[in-house]
């Protein structure tokens, strides 16, 4: 458990929703902030303190797709989870696309959502790194980008920790269970594609790379090993 009161962001219009998530948070041991626009998120974002935000989707000004990309085009890397009624595939994929670092779906199990919370504090607070290399794959420190074939790309917060941990077991079968753990933090399988979707962009984005692929080892995890050693 987190010794110390975090700031969470409620971004959802809903009031008796909104009313309920803050009293059950602040039992919690959070401290929430809670607005019903997303542009009044972005401000409140854009001025700092904040540790995580919730973001439902189905806001009355902007969408909340919005939200998260603007976050991450000011480079404001505080942990982002969606909360939404949208459960197409999707939707998913562009919310994580978009630098959304978790997805849950309305309705849910309070529960759940709280340990979810937990996990991207977790995360949040795990050291940086140096930076880790494999051919012409060079993943950028303190930065959400790698060098692929010379070419900067931009990464997701998540895809960032997935290539770093790939990296650092390059040649080794990475389990599911490994990422959810190292990754998001989680002690437990929480029953989604959401490491599957996040390797699957991820795969997308360094492809201009001849010389490394992540391979897929059906039933056990992930690999990242150059070409010429497959």
């Given at each position: ?99 959304a670092d978790d997805y849950l779906v309305k309705p ?34 303190n930065e959400n980008a790698v060098q692929v074939a ?81």
């Amino acid at each position: 458990m987190l010794s110390e009161r975090r700031m969470i962001l409620l971004v959802e219009d809903n009031v008796r929703l909104t009313r309920l998530l803050a009293k059950g948070l602040t039992e919690e041991s959070f401290v929430v902030d809670a607005v019903g626009r997303g542009r009044a998120a972005e401000e409140r974002l854009a001025g700092g303190g904040v540790d995580l935000a919730i973001v439902d989707l189905g806001l009355p000004d902007i969408d909340g797709l919005e939200v998260v990309a603007s976050t991450r085009r000011r480079r404001i890397a505080v942990p982002i989870l969606v909360l939404t009624a949208r459960d197409a595939v999707a939707a998913r994929v562009q919310a994580l696309e978009l630098g959304a670092d978790d997805y849950l779906v309305k309705p849910f199990a309070f529960e759940e959502l709280v340990a979810r919370i937990r996990a991207l504090l977790r995360r949040a607070a795990a050291p940086r790194w140096a930076p880790l290399a494999l051919a012409d794959v060079v993943l950028e420190a303190n930065e959400n980008a790698v060098q692929v074939a010379g070419a900067p790309v931009a990464l997701t917060p998540k895809q960032h920790a997935i290539l770093s941990l790939l990296l650092r077991r390059r040649g080794e079968v990475v389990t599911r269970t490994d990422i959810l753990a190292e990754v998001f933090g989680y002690q437990f399988d929480p029953g989604t594609n959401l490491v599957d979707v996040h390797v699957a962009n991820l795969r997308r984005k360094i492809e201009k790379s001849a010389a490394v692929r992540i391979e897929t080892v059906r039933g056990r995890g992930y690999r990242l090993e150059r070409v010429e050693d497959a």
